[in-house]
């Protein structure tokens, strides 16, 4: 079956594809981008939790485009001595805390130094976090299902590694000994909390 994925983000696209290819034949979808998402105008993406985002975009979308089945993630990064920040932020976070804008910085890299100034007192011990993914599905504005994924880690004290995006090269991985920005493709995609979270998905609910 045909799944559309309300995102452009190549990233997300590249893990819930791989999440895909790695079903059975029985099981198997073809995640596809949403056809014509440039042209939608977004909704506001207001809600306090991942879940309340996620449902709020797939039904929105679920409803410009009458028959087909579409997903919408919100995700982002949970820091458990914030209090779970950035969390539904994570993306614009150096903007909520005022980091000074740059010309020369991308968006990515302000946010990874706004988050390693909010840390900047704490050890590594206390820097627990994880990536959290909320997937929902929707046809015809009606919400089919829910699930999440999570991958927990910690923030180090400065960044590592070239691959990835967003936090990847601050988040380390205990298990691996290296940061989501340094580990192999194959790896980050098999552990990958969209990759969770799809999984989940579609064990609960059958689509046809």
Do not use: W
Not at 75 to 102: I, K, T, W
Not at 167 to 172: R, S
């Amino acid at each position: 079956m045909i799944l559309y994925v309300a995102t452009s983000n190549a990233g997300k696209l590249r893990d819930f594809s791989a999440a895909a290819a790695n079903l059975s034949a029985a099981e198997s979808h073809t995640i596809l981008p949403l056809p014509g998402l440039a042209d939608i105008p977004a909704p506001a993406e207001d809600q306090p939790t991942f879940e309340g985002n996620a449902t709020l975009k797939a039904r929105y979308y679920s409803l410009h485009t009458p028959g087909k089945v579409i997903l919408a993630d919100d995700s982002g990064l949970e820091v458990d001595a914030l209090q779970g920040d950035p969390g539904v932020r994570s993306a614009r976070y150096a903007d909520d805390v005022n980091f000074p804008n740059e010309p020369v910085r991308t968006l990515d890299t302000r946010n990874n130094l706004a988050l390693l100034q909010a840390l900047a007192a704490l050890p590594t011990q206390s820097r627990t976090a994880r990536y959290r993914c909320v997937l929902a599905a929707s046809r015809d504005g009606e919400v089919l299902a829910t699930a999440s994924g999570t991958v927990e880690g910690e923030i180090l004290l400065d960044p590592r590694g070239s691959a990835g995006f967003g936090y990847d090269p601050l988040f380390f991985l205990p298990e691996y000994q290296c940061t989501m920005a340094q580990i192999d493709t194959p790896t980050r995609l098999a552990i990958s909390h969209r990759g969770r979270a799809f999984t989940a998905l579609l064990s609960t609910l059958n689509f046809q």
